[in-house]
């Protein structure tokens, strides 16, 4: 069984920075994809990244493209998200997601098979 577990989710000014950090446990394929969301207040979840374990190719939604890096520690099995310049439409919880399946940008939370708990980011003006 594969748990995911994230951290990292902080209260920070606008144009501040912060790293998310999301480790797996378990067995996780290599065909996988590791991504993550994000759900802000009052609307529904979107992927924001992806990382796909299998040829290294990442995915950045437009509206963070620039800003945000998505990244994987295969040794320590840890999938990072650093985020710069951030404004308060960046407020949300963050969730990382094991997907089986990588044929869609953004990830779709109905191909994710496996979420963390989430971890909350915001950011005031």
């Known amino acids: 069984q594969v748990q995911l577990t994230e951290s990292g989710g902080d209260s920070v000014q606008a144009g501040g920075s912060l790293t998310l950090s999301c480790t797996a446990s378990g067995v996780v394929y290599r065909g996988h994809c590791l991504d993550w969301f994000r759900q802000a207040p009052g609307q529904q979840r979107g992927g924001v990244a992806r990382f796909d374990r299998n040829s290294g190719g990442t995915f950045h939604h437009a509206s963070v493209k620039g800003r945000f890096t998505i990244s994987h520690d295969s040794a320590e099995n840890t999938l990072y998200l650093q985020m710069h310049s951030l404004p308060p439409e960046d407020t949300g919880l963050y969730f990382c997601?094991?997907?089986?399946?990588?044929?869609?940008?953004?990830?779709?939370?109905?191909?994710?098979?496996?979420w963390g708990q989430g971890t909350q980011v915001t950011v005031s003006s």
């Open positions: 997601a094991l997907s089986p399946i990588c044929d869609s940008e953004p990830p779709r939370v109905g191909d994710a098979a496996h």
